[in-house]
Structures are given as C-alpha cells and as structure tokens.
C-alpha cells in the first residue's frame, strides 16, 4: 500500500525557518518525480514544487522561488522541504504527492500524504 | 499563463441526481486536466485524468469529458459519500506560471 507521511509543521515566527518532510512507503520511491502541494486554510490547493526522481531537476512556483528548496533522499525514501524567510501567507497544509507515471512528470498526482500545518504567526 | 475557472462555486443536488460541474481553461490544454475530489480534513484524491480516464478504484458513476478549454466531471448519480469540493488541474503547461489548480466547486445537499 503506498503511502505518504509528512512531518515537521508547526508555528513558526516571519522569517522563521522549517524543514518538512514526507516519508514514502509501499512504491519504489527513487523512480517517481515528486511534488508540494499547499492549501490555505479555507482555500483551494496551490501547486509548490516538484523534484525529479533523482533529485537533479528542480522547479517552484513563483511565490516560493528563492525561498524554498525541495530534495530528496533516495536511499531513506524521504521527501524534503527547505522553507526559509517564511511569510505570513506561507500558511497553509502542506501535502506531498506523488507523480502518476514513473520516470517522467505528468504533474499530476495520483496519492497524497496526509499533509502538515504550517503557521506563519508573531 | 493560463487561468483555471470552475462553475459553479457551489452546487446543491439532490442524493440519486446528476451532478454536472464546469472548469474551463482560459486557453487550450487539450487533454491534460484533472480532477479531484477533497472531503473536510482530508487530502484530494485523483478522479480523473487525461480529461475523462477514470483513476484506479474510482466508481464507474464518475466520468470526465472535453478537452481544448471546456471541460465537465459529471456524478450521475450522487451518493451521500460524494457531497465534498472538487478541483479540477491543467497539467499542460508546467511550471505552471499562475495556480494549476481551479478555485473548487463544493458539491452540497439539497
């Protein structure tokens, strides 16, 4: 059964720093691009970040560009995100996701971990 | 960039009726569009993608259609486990410059 795990939410401070992750189970982690998704709280899903499957490409949404790096670790099926020079409107749940296809990027996502909250607050 | 709009922002359906729901691209994406469904307090769930191929384990009751920018889900006969938001997602030009995703319809009982 796949399944995803993020960890690593929690209040943080503007400007404040906070690493999440997502721990993949019951797929072949290392052969499928994987992404970050967020949500605000009451507002629909905002597309973040992807990564390929073996963590040389990258990309961001614009907002984050700058501020955010995502990476993976293979060998512990392990997802990252690096978010800096947090913001108040960096709050939201953030949900890692996984590519339909291996290989290659579809950019869409066929399963969902069950998301993290970040708070952005003084 | 290319623009994501679902109709309506809410719909109120009767249990055993239709449900018909809109998301429009603001320029082609030809087929590549998704749907998801999300309940309250839980992740979206992959429905359709490739604009009308039914997701692994998604009942036969759901089915996409169009391609181009006009695109519907159709629910042909609700069931009290479908009533949640739906989000349709371009997936055809990545990275997207403005948000992939629509802004959701909440599919509500009447």
């Known amino acids: 059964e796949v399944q995803l795990v993020e960890s690593g939410g929690g209040l943080v401070q503007p400007g404040g720093s906070l690493r999440l992750s997502c721990a993949a189970s019951?797929?072949?982690?290392?052969?499928?691009?994987m992404h970050w998704v967020r949500q605000a709280p009451g507002k629909g899903l905002v597309w973040v970040s992807r990564i390929n499957s073996d963590g040389s490409s990258t990309s961001y949404a614009d907002s984050v560009k700058g501020r955010f790096t995502i990476s993976r670790d293979n060998a512990k099926n392990t997802l990252y995100l690096q978010m800096n020079s947090l913001r108040a409107e960096d709050t939201a749940v953030y949900y890692c996701?996984?590519?339909?296809?291996?290989?290659?990027?579809?950019?869409?996502?066929?399963?969902w971990g069950q998301g993290t909250l970040v708070t952005v607050s003084s | 960039e290319i623009v994501m709009t679902q109709s309506p922002a809410t719909l109120s359906v009767s249990p055993g009726e239709r449900a018909t729901l809109s998301c429009r691209a603001s320029?082609?994406?030809?087929?590549?569009l998704a749907w998801y469904q999300q309940k309250p307090g839980q992740a979206p769930r992959l429905l359709i993608y490739g604009a009308s191929t039914r997701a692994t384990g998604i009942p036969a009751r759901f089915s996409g259609s169009g391609s181009g920018t006009e695109f519907t889900l159709t629910i042909s006969s609700l069931q009290s486990e479908d009533f949640a938001v739906y989000y349709c997602?371009?997936?055809?030009?990545?990275?997207?410059?403005?948000?992939?995703f629509g802004q959701g319809t909440k599919l509500e009982i009447k």
């Open positions: 997602q371009q997936y055809n030009n990545w990275p997207p410059a403005a948000d992939t």
């Open positions: 996701a996984r590519d339909l296809e291996r290989w290659q990027p579809l950019n869409f996502f066929d399963y």
């Open positions: 019951g797929f072949t982690f290392s052969s499928y691009w």
């Open positions: 320029q082609s994406v030809s087929s590549n």
